[in-house]
């Protein structure tokens, strides 16, 4: 419920929170956003929840050496980032003791070694977003951005700092496209998929298009060098305005690697990175010509791929049957004839038998990697076990979810988790990746 005239309080943030507020611990905790830890400051309780109160940022006393001004004038507003106003050493400090905490209390294991951050550009890095767009009467014109923090409303931008500069640099003229069509209201969200070779905005549309809607749309396109796709019903059903359907792709240059995908497809948000993380994960594999990988999550093949450069043969499993067909011809692409896909659900209780019915007898794959969705990975603990490989690596978006199966990998099925360590995927917001290492039972270093 909200709080009455509550009067204004002082207090000393003791650390953030997942949501990246000020923790002030003085009675009953208050979740302050725009505060940080080590900081004094004036607060104002406003929200009341049985554990926690929400407050309201009033001024800072004594600000923290780590404290920055924000690169975004809609820093606060807009629900995209949450930690502009923190250098971004310190992002990568607070994110590596978040994941410290994590492994030691929920998955009661550390590491033999510490990874070093791996990091990358901190702005203009996103390449996979979906933006709100929504018409208010009010302003008589449509807003395009993200969510407003802690509310469904979409924030009025001018910008984006994260995005890839292309968009986010013209959210202004989304906006004043979007308020021309005749669907203004009945077109909800735009999704971004910005690729090696083009930019893709998907429009969801409730309503058809008119022909003058198109005539603005094609305008729009061969203004700014963007495609759009339509999207009337399930995400991948897409359609374009010529009907034509020229693929999106990217590449992994350090494997002679390109893949193509679809604008609703699953790849990393920020592009630079995901680079680096392929490279740093076939560096702790420790491959050789002989080496056999099994890929768990495998997607349409980011890691399979660059994987089979390196191994003698590679194995993707994915639920996804449409991105199962995406990695098979991406392989063929490639002319990569030592990898293949398969398509199996890797979550529920028929997870671990239909995983060690395609990956066959324990031995046969000497490396496993896995990067499961936030949920984790624990319905295929057991199947990992059972094939006994020398050496797994486990790349996780849920530092929760990545030290649960880590207790679980080490302490009931004998693993040694040798190193582990944070990726810096989503700069300027909470969200966390990390990369783990285990060697299997018996095996030394």
């Known amino acids: 419920m909200k709080g009455r005239g509550a009067e204004p309080q002082t207090g000393r943030v003791a650390a953030l929170n997942s949501e990246g507020e000020g923790v002030v611990r003085d009675g009953k905790a208050a979740f302050v956003a725009g505060a940080l830890p080590g900081e004094l400051i004036s607060y104002q309780r406003l929200t009341q929840h049985k554990s926690h109160d929400e407050a ?10 780590e404290r920055i001004d924000p690169r975004c004038a809609h820093f606060g507003v807009c629900g995209g980032c949450a930690l502009q106003h923190i250098d971004h050493a310190a992002q990568l400090a607070i994110k590596d003791g978040e994941l410290r905490e994590a492994l030691g209390r929920v998955g009661q294991v ?9 990091a990358g550009p901190a702005w203009g890095y996103r390449r996979r977003a979906r933006l ?14 993200f969510r407003e923090r802690l509310s469904s409303f979409v924030a009025e931008l001018s910008r984006c700092e994260v995005l890839v500069p292309q968009v986010g640099g013209m959210l202004k003229e989304l906006s004043a496209l979007v308020s021309q069509l005749s669907i203004r209201t009945r077109m909800p969200q735009i999704e971004v998929a910005a690729a090696d070779n083009q930019t893709a905005l998907v429009l969801r549309t409730l309503l058809p298009l008119t022909g003058e809607d198109r005539v603005l749309l094609q305008q729009f396109e061969q203004a700014h060098a963007v495609r ?3 999207q009337a019903g399930s995400p991948d059903d897409l ?42 994960v076939i560096e702790l594999l420790q491959l050789d010509a002989q080496s056999t990988v099994l890929d768990l999550y495998c997607g349409l093949g980011n890691f399979t791929l660059p994987l089979a450069r390196r191994a003698a043969a590679v194995l993707g499993i994915e639920g996804d049957a449409g991105l199962v067909q995406r990695a098979r011809d991406n392989a063929a692409a490639n002319q990569l004839d030592n990898v293949r896909f398969e398509t199996a659900n890797l979550a529920g209780d028929e997870a671990a038998a239909q ?3 395609l990956a066959g007898e324990p031995g046969r794959y000497s490396h496993v990697l896995i990067d499961p969705p936030r949920t984790g990975a624990r319905d295929i603990l057991p199947a990992i076990a059972k094939l006994a490989p020398r050496r797994l690596v486990y790349v996780s978006c849920h530092p929760g979810s990545l030290a649960r199966d880590l207790g679980e990998l080490v302490r009931d099925h004998g693993f040694v988790l040798r190193a582990a360590g944070i990726v810096d995927m989503f700069a300027q917001t909470t969200h966390l990746e990390s990369i783990a290492v285990l060697d299997g039972p018996g095996v030394t270093p």
Do not use: H
């Open 56 to 65: 309201r940022l009033l001024e800072v006393l004594e600000p923290s050496p």
């Open 110 to 118: 550390e590491p033999q070694q510490w990874l070093e951050p791996l």
């Open 228 to 230: 759009f796709y339509l």
């Open 132 to 145: 709100g767009a929504r018409y208010v009467n009010a302003k008589q014109r449509a807003l395009v951005g």
């Open 239 to 280: 359609e374009t305005l010529d009907g034509l359907d020229s693929p999106l792709w990217y590449e992994l240059p350090e494997f002679a690697v390109r893949l193509q995908f679809r604008p609703s497809d699953f790849i990393q948000v920020n592009g630079a990175m995901n680079r680096l993380l392929v490279s740093r």
């Open 355 to 357: 995983c060690l019915r």
